[in-house]
């Protein structure tokens, strides 16, 4: 079945520099990665999503790129702000399953100091 | 448009005791699933529902039941609650080709 490894499991940056998080998957069907973030006692939420027909894919201050030869993707903040400050979690499904059955990694801590 | 519903939002039980987490959509969606989250772990699978009249078990399915009520309505059952399952579950509904959206979750602890 599929796994997904994630690292670092905490970061800390200074306010303005750039993040990135990194996930290994060992499926090499998986086709969807999807990264969450999920700020204190709040439910996870949908930042950006990649499928495998594409390398990278941005969204203002956040990009994800993909690597299907090395079966990895990572997810890339610019500009950190203090709002950035949470836990994101990085997924791809597990084959057979799709979209329904996605195995998560452990997650990431960022704290953005000001 | 209230998204994933959950309810209780927190609870206590005692060893053995039994209940179930409720969880409700509105946005029409075929899939919805139950996580749970430990700390350190991340969030992990327990039970998905396809569409409706299905349901197939996850990475950690061991201690629980579902059942899929109708279209909205995606129950989870602890029969006899471990300490062990301690945890905050979260249930999630999408579209089968579209990203899965989280409910506020139940903080369940189990003495």
């Known amino acids: 079945g599929e796994n997904v490894e994630q690292h670092p499991s905490t970061l800390s940056v200074q306010e303005g520099d750039s993040a990135v998080i990194k996930c290994t998957y060992s499926d090499s069907a998986s086709n969807y990665f999807p990264w969450y973030k999920q700020e204190l006692g709040k439910r996870p939420q949908l930042i950006i999503d990649i499928r495998s027909n594409v390398g990278e894919k941005k969204d203002q201050r956040i990009a994800v790129t993909l690597n299907k030869t090395a079966k990895h993707f990572s997810l890339h903040i610019t500009e950190t702000q203090p709002e950035d400050s949470a836990v994101y979690f990085c997924a791809a499904p597990q084959i057979p399953g799709g979209y329904n059955k996605l195995i998560f990694g452990a997650g990431t801590r960022l704290a953005v100091h000001p | 448009n209230a998204g994933v519903t959950q309810t209780p939002k927190f609870q206590v039980l005692k060893t053995g005791q039994s209940m179930t987490l409720q969880c409700a959509q509105d946005?029409?969606?075929?899939?919805m699933y139950w996580y749970r989250q430990d700390p350190g772990m991340g969030l992990r699978l327990i039970y998905y529902s396809a569409s409706e009249g299905t349901t197939d078990k996850g990475e950690v399915p061991n201690g629980y039941n579902v059942s899929r009520l109708n279209k909205r309505e995606f129950s989870l059952r602890l029969e006899s609650a471990a300490p062990s399952q301690t945890s905050v579950y979260f249930c999630?509904?999408?579209?089968?080709?579209?990203?899965?959206?989280f409910g506020d979750g139940t903080r369940l602890s189990i003495l």
């Open positions: 946005m029409n969606h075929n899939s």
């Open positions: 999630a509904s999408s579209t089968p080709t579209q990203p899965q959206h």
